[in-house]
T-cell receptor
Framework: TQLLEQSPQFLSIQEGENLTVYCNSS?????LQWYRQEPGEGPVLLVT?????EVKKLKRLTFQFGDARKDSSLHITAAQPGDTGLYLC???????????FGAGTRLFVKA | DTEVTQTPKHLVMGMTNKKSLKCEQH?????MYWYKQKAKKPPELMFV???????INESVPSRFSPECPNSSLLNLHLHALQPEDSALYLC?????????????FGSGTRLTVV
């Protein structure tokens, strides 16, 4: 069974701090996506990583795909209150049309 | 147009009502999805349509009935729902059926069954 485990489940930090969120699996994924979801809204795709070892940057967000394509991380530099939300990692299920979602990391950035 | 549009945004219905949720995308995506999301949980897949054909039904009760009238539209017909069906219902689309490059989600319909 393909599973994605995210840690931590919840993170509350002060504005300006740095943080890293992790997404781990014992299975290989052909790609992984990161989404941010705000309350009452749908998830918004932030990035897709495809190649093992790949690093992508989106302003203050840095995404990394593990060399073995079993894990990924999201690093936020100088967090801002606008970064508050639920961060979900997801990846395609090798057996068909489904996507596996992690349980999410709930981030709260205090001003 | 890079959006998935869902209507209505909020819906309150009784257990004997019949209602429909609507979803529209004009990105030329060939796969469309219905997800259900309960509070503080990740989205759970309900249905997948690929090239307008139902590809996956994740053992969803028959009181939920999906319909794909064309490549841009996806409906979810609701009948005789239970209070535990109250949730955020999300529509999504992707360029290809396996979602390799990720999904575009709509804003969702917040459904309350009373």
């Amino acid at each position: 069974t393909q599973l994605l485990e995210q840690s931590p489940q919840f993170l509350s930090i002060q504005e300006g701090e740095n943080l890293t969120v992790y997404c781990n699996s014992s299975s290989v994924f052909s790609s992984l996506q990161w989404y941010r979801q705000e309350p009452g809204e749908g998830p918004v795709l932030l990035v897709t990583v495809v190649t093992g070892g790949e690093v992508k940057k989106l302003k203050r967000l840095t995404f990394q795909f593990g060399d073995a394509r079993k894990d990924s991380s999201l690093h936020i530099t100088a967090a801002q209150p606008g970064d508050t939300g639920l961060y979900l990692c997801a990846g395609p299920y090798t057996g068909g049309f489904k996507t596996i979602f992690g349980a999410g990391t709930r981030l709260f950035v205090k001003a | 147009d890079t959006e998935v549009t869902q209507t209505p945004k909020h819906l309150v219905m009784g257990m004997t009502n019949k209602k429909s949720l609507k979803c529209e995308q004009h990105m030329g995506h060939r796969a469309m999805y219905w997800y259900k999301q309960k509070a503080k949980k990740p989205p759970e897949l309900m249905f997948v349509y690929s090239y307008e054909k139902l590809s996956i039904n994740e053992s969803v009760p028959s009181r939920f009935s999906p319909e794909c009238p064309n490549s841009s539209l996806l409906n979810l017909h609701l009948h005789a729902l239970q209070p535990e069906d109250s949730a955020l219902y999300l529509c999504a689309s992707s360029q290809e059926s396996r979602g390799q490059s990720g999904y575009t989600f709509g804003s969702g319909t917040r459904l309350t069954v009373v």
